[in-house]
């Protein structure tokens, strides 16, 4: 079965400095999609970015950017110039064509010091 | 374009009652999915519907719960004799079932608190 693997429960960064969230995935699947979310506390699950196993390329987004290494089943996610508003919980999640579901690692708190 | 909402935002049932859940996906998203959540967890896939078809139904979701999308639009998710241990947040995601758009979209979710 799929697992997502987010070894690091907690992390703090300086405001405006660059931080990196990890994440491990264990697949047999040549072809699937890797999504990372914020959730910020109370508040719903916003999709931050999403990488298809296909693409060579990394994804970004802005601040927001991918590390992806298929043969490792590694997505990390890269925050540069991290912001007051990005200090939330961050999923790291995978899916397939054949299995709809998201299936999810037990989230990174990212602590954002002033 | 709204968003997928939820209503409830906030539920308090005693244990033994029934709940029942709405959910209003993106319009035109055809794939609609129910999610559970308990505090500092990631979240539990549930259900999911295709139109009003339900697809798939996770091993987690006991007989008591049940979910419906009778038009294809807006889904319940209903628990009937609540336990304490059915207290978390229920999410609901919406995805447009386009080629490859395997992205979801949540509401800001119910927080079922069961006494």
């Not at chain 1, 990005?86 to 995978?94: E, L, Q, S, T």
């Not at chain 2, 709204?2 to 935002?9: A, C, H, L």
């Amino acid at each position: 079965a799929q697992t997502v693997t987010q070894s690091q429960p907690e992390m703090s960064v300086q405001e405006a400095e660059t931080v990196t969230l990890s994440c491990t995935y264990d697949t047999s699947e040549s072809d699937y999609y890797l999504f990372w979310y914020k959730q910020p506390p109370s508040r719903q699950m916003i999709l931050v970015i999403r990488q298809e196993a296909y693409k060579q390329q990394n994804a970004t987004e802005n601040r927001f950017s991918v590390n992806f290494q298929k043969a490792a089943k590694s997505f990390s996610l890269k925050i540069s110039d991290s912001q007051l508003g990005d200090a939330a919980m961050y999923f790291c999640a995978y899916t397939e064509d054949s299995n709809y579901q998201l299936i999810w690692g037990a989230g990174t708190k990212l602590i954002i010091k002033p | 374009d709204t968003g997928v909402s939820q209503d409830p935002r906030h539920k308090i049932t005693k244990r033994g009652q029934n709940v029942t859940f709405r959910c209003d996906p993106i319009s035109e998203h055809n794939r609609l999915y129910w999610y559970r959540q308990t505090l500092g967890q990631g979240p539990e896939f549930l259900t999911y519907f295709q139109n009003e078809a339900q697809l798939e139904k996770s091993r987690l979701l006991s007989d008591r719960f049940s979910a419906e999308r009778p038009k294809g639009s807006f889904s319940t998710l209903e628990i009937q004799r609540t336990e304490q241990g059915d207290s978390a947040m229920y999410l609901c995601a919406s995805s447009s079932g386009l080629a490859g758009a395997h992205e979801q979209y949540f509401g800001p979710g119910t927080r079922l608190t069961v006494t």
